[in-house]
């Protein structure tokens, strides 16, 4: 039974929906994907958004979003899956730094560039600050990711109370290594 909620922080293609999705059906618990969540707000994909509305707009929404999901929790326990640049907000920080200090525990994914960019391809064209200008090479996925990434480790870390390095690490593995540090 969980007994705190888990919130998975990392950058795209981190493994968050995923090991959520495991960790939601060990614990026989209630899965909010932030992402997912959105695009049921939003009405359409959030690639589509960034597109027409941009990002300050899409990040917004977002925050709107994370708020009201960590006051749910507050109530039930749950798995949570944030989107990649959730961190790249102030507010977004804030809360996440709150929930932390409030016993829920805030879990970044972290992964290397090269690992990222190879899971980013096997889904091409639908990470809008990546490929939103044009479909770009895994070596190009690769400093796209590093800059990025580089911009977004700080905050990643900063928010973290429990960092799992899933570079070698099967989906399996990330939920077990969760599980026994969550604890």
């Given amino acids: 039974m969980l007994s ?3 919130i998975l922080t990392g ?3 981190s ?11 060990q614990y026989h618990a209630p899965l909010i994907d932030l992402d997912q969540r959105l695009v049921e707000i939003l009405g359409d994909s959030i690639s589509h958004v960034f597109r027409t509305h941009g990002e300050k707009y ?4 977002e925050t709107q979003s994370l708020q ?4 749910e929790c507050h ?14 907000e102030r507010a977004n920080r804030a809360m996440l730094k709150t929930a932390s200090e409030e016993g829920m525990h805030v879990i970044y994914l972290r992964a290397s560039p090269q690992t990222l960019a190879k899971r980013i391809r096997r889904d091409p064209g639908t990470r809008p600050l990546i490929d939103a200008e044009k479909m770009l090479s895994l070596e190009d996925t690769v400093e796209r990711v590093k800059v990025l990434l580089e911009g977004r480790r700080a905050s990643y870390e900063s928010c973290a109370d429990i960092i799992i390095d ?9 939920v077990e290594k969760i599980i026994d540090t969550a604890k």
């Avoid at 899409?58 to 929404?61: D, S």
């Avoid at 009201?68 to 006051?71: C, K, P, S, T």
């Fill in 4 to 6: 705190t909620t888990l």
């Fill in 11 to 13: 950058f795209m293609a």
């Fill in 15 to 25: 493994g968050k929906s995923r090991v959520a999705r495991l960790l939601a059906e």
């Fill in 75 to 88: 109530a039930v326990p749950a798995i949570i899956s944030t989107g990649g640049g959730v961190v790249t």
């Fill in 58 to 61: 899409f990040r917004e929404k």
């Fill in 68 to 71: 009201q999901v960590l006051q």
């Fill in 166 to 174: 899933t570079d070698c690490l099967s989906l399996a593995e990330v």
